[in-house]
Each structure stands twice: as structure tokens, then as C-alpha cells.
């Protein structure tokens, strides 16, 4: 994992993250990962990023909110359509399955 964050490729990072995701065993880990990720240049990396914390909300039932919830409140403010997409997919699941409030664009 480190070797394809250093190398920066776009689809191997992608791939990575949603494989971390779906199918990583330890969720601590995977949620570091995917905050890291939340944050890479690449537009691309970052929306799968945002959702695969949605997919780890939904599959361990927990994420520390310090970390994660500002990512997907900021991700819901990106510029690419594909972040906010993801970011917006995110907060769906933060809010259905740990009961979190994410604000969104045009709340207050």
C-alpha cells in the first residue's frame, strides 16, 4: 500500500481503496488509509476515497468522527463533480448507519 501512495498511480490507488474499502479485515487501518486517501491530489482517488468510508461505516458500524466527518463535509464542498458525488454517497451512509449530521451545502 505505501509503494502505490508513493508511486501515485491514479488506478492502482483507486483500485486500493475501494478493494480497502469492501474487503479490508482490520477497520482502523482501513479508515486511516481511506483519510489519507480522502486527501490525494487526484480527484479521483479522493471520491473513492470518501466512499470507501461510507462502505466502512456500513460494514464495522463505527469511525472516529475527528477524522472522517469534516473529510465527507468538505468533499460535499469540492470543485469535481465526481468528489461530491462520492462525498454526498459518504454522508448518506455516515448519517443512515452511525447516525451522524452532516451538514451540507446550503445548510446552515
Request: hydrophobic share 45%.
Amino acid at each position: 500500500m505505501e509503494r502505490a501512495i508513493e508511486e501515485g498511480e491514479t488506478f492502482a490507488l483507486r483500485d486500493l481503496v475501494v478493494r480497502v474499502g469492501h474487503e479490508a479485515a482490520d477497520a482502523r487501518w482501513a479508515e486511516v488509509v481511506c483519510a489519507r486517501l480522502a486527501k490525494h491530489r487526484n480527484a479521483l482517488v479522493r471520491g473513492d476515497a470518501l466512499a470507501a468510508l461510507g462502505h466502512l461505516a456500513r460494514r464495522f458500524g463505527s469511525l472516529d468522527r475527528r477524522r472522517c466527518q469534516r473529510l465527507v463535509e468538505i468533499g460535499l464542498h469540492a470543485h469535481h463533480e465526481y468528489v461530491r458525488q462520492q462525498a454526498a454517497s459518504a454522508a448518506d451512509d455516515l448519517e443512515t448507519y452511525l447516525s451522524w449530521r452532516i451538514e451540507r451545502p446550503g445548510e446552515a
